[in-house]
């Protein structure tokens, strides 16, 4: 089979420049992502390691960058291109563009309902490597395989059923953030790469103008999305596993309403250079990869 045959296919060359694009951010801001993490620790930044061992729990994002993104980019192209056709067919019967049943928002919904779908199917990973590596960061742990084997070393008190509980803590609330942020911040990313489409008359987009683009779309998505993040930072830190609601409250009688801004500044920071870095490095793989058919 020759290379231009293996990359024929678009979900190929999503899966594989995924992976790339989620290894390179993950890697090359790790240090904030910990920062970030120690603010909203309900311990305070100094008693998590403050500026030590930014590096802590590395390990755990070097397992799961890369196949936590492909899955999140083969998910949303597949998707995507599954909502165009219905689309397509919408028009059809509605005699022409613009005029199915959702009009001149069909596009933008689609861009939502196909990144929900993505961030939900990358969860299977995000969230058991989020827990180990958080801990990590946290330093309530040496490192993230301290942290993994102190997990698995409960399958004897809470059995399987519970190390899997354990691994996936925090779940819920992970969706409930990442689907509100994919949604501000895909459709975004999205229309403005349209807009320079049609403003060029090209029909592709160059990596630098993803990267532009992806860091403006996750600057506003992540201050939006705040909130969500410090409830599951403190979810996931939590001795036991507390449910999202009494924690909530917890949180508004002991710290107040700002504490769900804690750690807003590096959020921004970071996921306004991750969005430059994981959507650049993910248009430039996919461009790079096109080549090849």
Known sequence: MS????????????????????TTVDL???????????LQS??????????????????????????????????YERAKGFFKNLRAADEKL????????????SEPVEHMMAASMGEIAACAVRVPTEVVKQRAQAGQYASSWQALRHILSQRRLIGLKGVWKEMYRGWSVTVIREVPFTVVQFPLWEGMKEWRRRKTGRDGISALESGLFGSLAGAIAAGITTPLDVLKTRMMLAKEKENV?????QIVRVSGPSAFFAGIGPRVLWISAGGAIFLGSYQWAFNALETLR
């Open 3 to 22: 290379l231009s045959l293996k990359f024929d296919s678009p979900y190929a060359r999503a899966l594989l420049a995924g992976g790339v694009a989620g």
């Open 28 to 38: 090359s801001l790790y240090p904030i992502d910990t920062l970030k993490t120690r």
């Open 42 to 75: 309900s311990s305070g930044f100094a008693q998590s390691g403050g500026f030590h061992g930014v590096y802590k729990g590395v390990g755990s994002a070097l397992v799961g960058s890369a196949p936590g993104a492909a899955l999140f980019f083969v998910t």
């Open 94 to 105: 509605g005699s022409g563009p613009g005029r199915g049943v959702m009009g001149d928002w």
């Open 245 to 249: 609601l009494p924690l909530l409250m």
